[in-house]
C-alpha cells in the first residue's frame, strides 16, 4: 500500500484528505480467501487455547480440605483466567470473520460443482454450454443406467443366497438321513 501524496507538493488539503479515506478503505476491503484464512488460524488459536485450559484444570488441585499453596493455586487460577479470557476474545473474532464472510458472498450465486472441476479437452478448444449440457445428461443417464445394474445384481446375489441356503439344508438333511442308515 503507498502513501498518499502530501498536500504541500502541489495539491490542496482535500484531495490528500479524499486520499487518505480511499486508502483506509481498501486496507478495510479483505478478500474472502485472507478472510477463510484468518478463520482458520482463529480456529486453531481456539484449539490451542483450550488444550492450554484443560492442561491447566489438570494440573490443578481440588479444594477437596488438603492444604495447598495459596500463591500457586492464585497463579495458576489467574492463567486460567488470562485463558479464558483470551478464549472469549478468539471466538469474538471468529464471529466477525464469519459475519464479515457471509456478508461478502451474500449477493453470489451458487457455482454447479460441474463448472468448479477443470475439464481439458483432446483437441484444446473450450468447451459451451450445450457439450457440457449433453456431458451432463450422458453422465446422469450412465448413472441410472448403473443404479438399475446394481438394483439387478442385488437381487439375483439374493437369490443365489437363498438357492445356497436351499442346497445346505438338502445337503444336510442327506448327511443326516445316510447317518441314520448307518
Request: aromatic content about 4%; charged content about 25%; glycine content about 4%.
Amino acid at each position: 500500500m503507498s502513501t498518499p501524496p502530501l498536500a504541500g507538493a502541489g495539491m490542496s488539503a482535500a484531495p490528500c484528505a479524499a486520499g487518505q479515506a480511499a486508502a483506509a478503505a481498501a486496507a478495510r476491503e479483505v478478500n474472502t480467501a485472507s478472510l477463510c484464512r484468518i478463520g482458520q488460524e482463529t480456529v486453531q488459536d481456539i484449539v490451542f487455547r483450550t488444550m492450554e485450559i484443560f492442561q491447566l484444570l489438570r494440573n490443578m488441585q481440588l479444594p477437596n480440605g488438603v492444604t495447598y499453596h495459596t500463591g500457586t493455586y492464585q497463579d495458576r487460577l489467574g492463567k486460567l483466567q488470562e485463558h479464558l479470557r483470551q478464549l472469549s476474545i478468539l471466538f469474538r473474532k471468529l464471529r466477525l470473520v464469519y459475519d464479515k464472510c457471509n456478508e461478502n458472498c451474500a449477493g453470489l450465486e451458487p457455482v454447479p460443482v460441474e463448472q468448479l472441476v477443470p475439464y481439458v479437452e483432446d483437441d484444446g478448444s473450450k468447451h459451451d454450454d450445450h457439450s457440457t449440457a449433453s456431458q451432463l445428461r450422458f453422465a446422469s443417464e450412465e448413472r441410472q443406467e448403473i443404479l438399475e445394474v446394481n438394483k439387478k445384481l442385488k437381487q439375483k446375489n439374493q437369490q443365489l443366497k437363498q438357492i445356497m441356503d436351499q442346497l445346505r439344508n438338502l445337503i444336510w438333511d442327506i448327511n443326516a438321513m445316510l447317518a441314520m442308515r448307518n
